[in-house]
């Protein structure tokens, strides 16, 4: 019926309705087109920002691009990689430094304890003096003291020997071992964090565009049925139809300005200590990265899994607790040596005698009683090395099932990138496709907006698809330690 309204208008309406496509056409195309740019432009720019190398520097030779300290001079953004950010967030998480001061704390103690098996030398001074006793050379008040005067300055090489002392130093080096590799499970954690912000932000910017773009159609189409509303070339149920999906546009593109924002600041948070979000990113949402066979995913997981790793030390450290705790049973040996001075004058000679001299003691302790406390902590030991021991085992089979889990979730989303990517591109031909019809009265106005309500939701599905990719394979490497790269 449409058509047959146009031919009983005249040539003069086709005409105007004619050139008002084209013309809407052609800004769509232009305006599209100035996004493409600007998107490309600001990638391309941001991909060519990295600092100068050092021979560039040496050498004197312009850069071929600015480097981040001066595009923050001047003004502009700075520039960041994925390794950037987590180096960034390495060095100013609060988190992550406190789980690696930790484990340097966790390391001098294992210096401290060999130390302690190693002999000691302090050099002691003292001057004693002892109240003389009566007249006439009657006996001496106290009995402890040599002489009335008694100076002694002397070396004392002092060492322990005793199965304790061994089994603590081993202790000591198992928990160092422990607090590195739940260094490296919180490394790896926070490589997940700041891979899932970062590509966050990049799936907003692109959702923003896909938002704008689709804010623009529903301009455009609302003007096109206004047009032909005037023209009597539609109903005015069209029009109100249009100005809805307007108005539902205008709002979806204001949410995406927000989740913009909202990505940018939780990133900043994470990566600079000033709270700077003057910065944009030079990895591509939707590079190929690619995914590594099971097979050395399994082989990587194996070698270097920190969680199996803390765990495995944690049962070492139990068992030295143990034999730490079994040598209360058994005797001990300390050895001292002195060489020094031990007279009534502060002096290496005095009256003819030499004062300098030296003296070895041996002393052997050997337990008998302390009722029952050594056999406490015995029990007390063996009990720790059992849970220990069953938190190996249980992160053990975590590993296998989170190693298959995770693998398939990866490969799982790989698969669907291409199905999101083709989804994505039918729905912006299928939109073009339906407003040309509903242009040549062949389609309704539900049509469009159903067309443009798919464009919308799967522009949305191919950004998320990309970031759960991205997410996954950072997940992976905490098992493996490994983050795959395109």
């Given at each position: 019926m449409r058509s047959i309204r146009v031919k009983a208008m005249g040539q003069p309406v086709i005409l105007a309705v004619a050139m008002f496509v084209a013309c809407s056409g052609t800004a769509r195309a232009q305006q599209g087109a100035e996004l493409a740019v600007e998107h490309e432009t600001t990638a391309s720019g941001c991909q060519n920002a990295g600092p100068a190398t050092s021979n560039e520097n040496a050498q004197g030779a312009a850069p071929s691009a600015p480097s981040n300290a001066s595009a923050v001079a001047s003004g502009a953004p700075l520039c960041l990689t994925l390794q950037d950010a987590l180096a960034r967030a390495r060095k100013y998480n609060p988190?992550?430094?406190?789980?690696?001061?930790?484990?340097?704390?966790?390391?001098?103690?294992?210096?401290?304890?060999?130390?302690?098996?190693?002999?000691?030398?302090?050099?002691?001074?003292?001057?004693?003096?002892?109240?003389?006793?009566?007249?006439?050379?009657?006996?001496?008040?106290?009995?402890?003291?040599?002489?009335?005067h008694e100076y002694i300055s002397q070396a004392d090489i002092h060492e322990t020997i005793g199965v304790a002392e061994i089994a603590s130093f081993r202790r000591v080096s198992a928990a160092d071992a422990v607090a590195k590799a739940r260094a490296d499970i919180a490394s790896r954690g926070l490589t997940v964090a700041v891979v899932q912000l970062y590509y966050a932000l990049a799936a907003a910017k692109a959702k923003l565009v896909a938002a704008q773009q689709t804010a623009d159609q529903g301009e455009t189409f609302q003007t096109l049925t206004t047009n032909l509303e005037n023209g009597g070339e539609v109903a005015?149920?069209?029009?109100?139809?249009?100005?809805?999906?307007?108005?539902?546009?205008?709002?979806?593109?204001?949410?995406?300005?927000?989740?913009?924002?909202?990505?940018?600041?939780?990133?900043?948070?994470?990566?600079?200590?000033?709270?700077?979000?003057?910065?944009?990113?030079?990895?591509?949402?939707?590079?190929?990265?690619?995914?590594?066979?099971?097979?050395?995913?399994?082989?990587?997981?194996?070698?270097?899994?920190?969680?199996?790793?803390?765990?495995?030390?944690?049962?070492?450290?139990?068992g030295y607790d143990v034999t730490a705790a079994r040598a209360g049973y058994l005797p001990s040996l300390s050895l001292d040596y002195f060489y020094g001075i031990d007279a009534p004058n502060f002096a290496t000679r005095s009256q003819g005698f030499q004062n300098l001299g030296y003296s070895a003691v041996a002393t052997l302790n050997i337990p008998i009683w302390n009722w029952g406390a050594t056999q406490s902590r015995v029990k007390q030991a063996e009990l720790r090395r059992e849970q220990?021991?069953?938190?190996?085992?249980?992160?053990?089979?975590?590993?296998?099932?989170?190693?298959?889990?995770?693998?398939?979730?990866?490969?799982?989303?790989?698969?669907?990138?291409?199905?999101?990517?083709?989804?994505?591109?039918?729905?912006?031909?299928?939109?073009?496709?339906?407003?040309?019809?509903?242009?040549?009265?062949?389609?309704t106005v539900l049509d469009v907006v159903d067309a443009q309500t798919a464009f919308a939701t799967a522009s949305a599905a191919y950004q998320d698809g990309a970031v759960r990719y991205q997410v996954a394979l950072a997940n992976l490497q905490t098992l493996t330690g490994v983050l795959p790269r395109p």
């Open positions: 988190h992550f430094q406190s789980v690696v001061t930790d484990a340097a704390i966790a390391h001098q103690d294992s210096k401290q304890s060999l130390a302690g098996l190693l002999p000691s030398v302090n050099y002691d001074n003292s001057f004693i003096y002892t109240q003389p006793g009566g007249v006439n050379g009657g006996s001496v008040r106290f009995l402890n003291n040599n002489t009335p005015h149920s069209d029009t109100i139809k249009a100005g809805l999906q307007v108005e539902d546009r205008r709002r979806q593109l204001k949410e995406a300005q927000l989740a913009l924002l909202n990505a940018r600041l939780a990133l900043a948070v994470v990566l600079f200590p000033n709270f700077n979000t003057n910065f944009d990113l030079a990895e591509d949402l939707h590079a190929a990265t690619p995914l590594p066979r099971f097979e050395e995913v399994e082989q990587q997981a194996g070698r270097d899994n920190p969680e199996i790793r803390a765990a495995l030390e944690t049962v070492r450290e139990a220990s021991k069953r938190e190996l085992s249980y992160a053990q089979r975590k590993l296998l099932a989170e190693l298959q889990s995770l693998y398939n979730e990866a490969r799982t989303a790989q698969d669907e990138q291409a199905g999101l990517e083709r989804a994505s591109k039918l729905a912006a031909e299928s939109l073009r496709l339906t407003t040309l019809r509903y242009k040549n009265g062949e389609g």
